[in-house]
Every structure is written in C-alpha cells, then in structure tokens.
C-alpha cells in the first residue's frame, strides 16, 4: 500500500454565526401586550448541492440557487477541499474547477468516489478496470483506490482490490476499497471495503489509512460512517430498519480501532439509527428512534427524532417532531442543527437545534450536499491554468473549457453564440465585450485574470 500523501492542513468548520437567534423577550404596556417578532430562520453557511445535474450553490437564505458548474453532461459526484477547490465527476472525467480553471484531472471509464484532501492538495477516487498503461512499468494496473496530485501527473495506487473469487468466502474475505472521507485533520482517509462478492446483505469494515503503515480495520455495515470533528473516532450507524446484520450506534477509536457500543440492541428495544457525528461541542447527534423489539420487523416505520447522545447511551431529545425516514443529513459542526432530506419528500429542510426556531424548507432538492468554504472560489496561483483563444475554423475542436466558458458568459448577458464548446467567432466577440465591462485589458482570449473574474461573476449571479 503507497503511503498517504503528507501535505495536509487542519480543515475548519464553516464560517458560521456565532448563535443561532433567539426570541426576544416579551414586553407589555398596561394597555396591550406587543405581539413577539419571530426570528428569521437561515442556514449557518451557504451549501453546495448537486441539482438538476449541475453543482449549485444554496445561500443562507435556503431560497436562492446559483450555478456553479456548466457541463455538458450531468455532475453525479461532488468533493470540496477547504480552500473552496471543487472537483467533481461528469462523463468519465474527474474534473477539477478553481481559479486556476476549469481542468481534467483524470478519465477513466468507471470511477468513483473522488474525495478531496482538506488542504486542496490530493484527490483520491476509486477505479475500476483502468485503462492499461495508467501506472508506468505495468501492462495492466488493478482496479483499486488511487491519487492525484492536484497539480495532475499520473495517479498512484493507494490500496488494490482482491480479486474476486467466485463464492464468499467468510473466513478468507476479499474486499473492494472505497473512499468514504479523509479526516477533517487531513491525517488520515476513512474506506468502506465491501467483501466480494457482493450479496443481498453486504458485508463490510471500515479501514483507517494513515499515517501509520498498517491499516486500522474495524466491522461496519450498511449505513454510514462519519469522522468526528476531532478526527479521532468515527460513529457507525448500525443501520435499520431492513435487513440489516445488527443495530444501534458505535464508535471507533481512529488509532487503534478499538470499538465502544454508545446504543445497542436489547430484548426491550432495537435503536434505529441514523447519521451519528460527534460534533464540535463533543456530543453525538443523531437521528433515532428506539423500536420496541415486539413490533419492529423490516418494514418498521422508521419515524425518528433529531437527538443528542451521550457516551453512556442517554438520548436526549433536541425537537420534539418525529420525522419520516431521513436519507441525507448533514450536520453543522457547531452543533446548530442539520440540512436533512427525507424519503418522503424532495426539498432538503433546515432543521435547527434550537426547538423555539422552525424548521425551514429550502430551494434544494438535490444530493451531495456539502458546506460551502468561506474561501474565494476564485483566488488562485495562475501556475496551472491554460489559456483559452479563438481558433480557425479549420482547428476547432470541443474544448469542456470552452463549454464551461461559454456558459458563464451567457447567463452574464455576454452571447457566445451556440454553446458548443468550439472557441469561433460569436465566443471571441461574447469575450471582448467582457473583458471591456470587467475593466480588463482588450482581448478576445480568455487568459487567467480574464477566467477569474468570468468566475468569480457567475457564482455571484
């Protein structure tokens, strides 16, 4: 196994206020009582969502959408490091977009789960299959988890995949790694590894790498695993309700993988759980429901409420609504409250911790949900970034870039004629005139100074 990447810095929890509002007191003259404004309700920090197969950007408002992303095909994966670099997949490209520009770092044929370092500096991902070639020395590279650096260059092998056998095989299991999330320290990076072949009921472990050589495994299953702001333990949802192969919460020492059930199952109750985080304050949150162990089967209506759970299993209510099945929660490392998607419904709502404030359904009705850095998008070193000009027309060949380009300038107001990716005449005008309008020197070439003020201006739309 190549050794973790050790350029790494401490991510920070979103820029966010420093309380959530509360409700003023009361006043009264003799004659009539003053009715009691009602706090206005935003989120702590805007939020990147995946939506209508673009990346949008959700302000804290939980009503206005921006675009941040123009591809031609849908974005399906989304990852973003602390300095606000984005990568993400669409097509078979790993793309990469900043301020250095609109660039793809990798293309393979089946990837997955692109995973960016905290510092900006590393992606991991998985591969499937790669292309023959993709490691220099060898005729065949095998399918496993892989990183690039962010500067490009070829990707290394981080962890192999076993082969798979044709039967499981429970005593000698093999296992297919893929990238859960690196450590909010950067430290370390947390796999699911899935046993082979894959069956109704998966099996799995969760594996620690980094910085240590030898891997830290532990058993998980079925549901997910979310480091603690600290970096030092993850939380385990055991799953449910359905057919899975045990319940409740638990924690696991990220050095030693030592594991301490918090919530487990009785002869009186079955704890559902989902989306476990010990959060900045040091408490768990979660979502739970304890099921009583005579009526829970696998179509139990899961119908939890937004909890705080102590190291010794005390759950303590944080509203007092049970809610239908939660699918995507993502918590405020402040403790603040939690975006939430439930299956019932498609607009992802705010739910705030504090009971007194209402719960707000925003514009977002996508997944990937990720706070947003309070870091410029824009701002970059123009090192890595290439220049986009006009071509002859027996030259023009699709350019994503130029795709990307043409895009931005359309919902500008600049027309770039059709957005087709070939940099002609009609994109070339659609660049002189934004290069005028943003105090830039005349061109129709859109070089580095010209690409981050077209960036900077389309996600401030």
Partial sequence: MAELPTAVTTLPSPELPTAIPTLPPATATAATASPTPVPAVTLPAPVYVIQNGQVMRLEPDGNRLVQITYEPQPV???????????????????????????RMLVSERAISHPRISPDGQYVVYHLTDPAPGLII????????????DITGGRPSLGIADDPEPAEPDFANPAWRYLPVAWSPSGVQL???????????????????????????RAFSCCEEELWSVDSREITVAGGGPGPD??????????ISGEEFAVLASSETAIPLVRA????????????????????????????PQMVQVSDDGV???LRPEQFDEPVLVLWDWQGRGALVRFADSEPVVWLPA????????????GFALTWAPAADLAARDCALFSPLNPQAAAERRYDPA?????????????????????????????????????????????DCATWQALLARSIAL
């Fill in 76 to 102: 399906r994966e989304l990852s973003v490091a602390e300095n606000g670099t984005l990568v993400y997949l669409t097509g078979d490209e790993l793309v990469v977009l900043d301020g250095a520009g609109r």
């Fill in 137 to 148: 020395g060898q005729d065949d590279a095998p399918s496993g988890v892989y990183f690039s």
């Fill in 190 to 216: 947390l796999l699911f590894a899935v046993m082979l072949p894959e069956m109704g009921i998966p099996g799995g472990e969760a594996v620690i790498i980094g910085p240590e050589d030898e891997p830290v």
């Fill in 245 to 254: 192969i045990r319940f409740g919460l638990y924690r696991i020492d990220a």
């Fill in 276 to 303: 476990p985080q010990r959060l900045a304050d040091g408490v768990i949150y979660a979502f739970v429901e304890m099921a009583p162990a005579s009526e829970y089967s696998w179509d139990y209506p899961f119908r």
């Fill in 315 to 317: 759950i303590t209510p």
């Fill in 354 to 365: 504090d009971p007194a404030l209402p719960p707000l359904i925003t514009a977002a009705a």
């Fill in 402 to 446: 130029v795709a990307d380009a043409q895009g931005r300038l359309a919902a500008l107001g600049f027309d770039p004629g059709p957005i087709d990716g070939l940099f002609g005449p009609a994109t070339a005008v659609a660049v002189r005139a934004f290069r005028a309008a943003a105090g830039l020197p005349a061109g129709d070439s859109i």
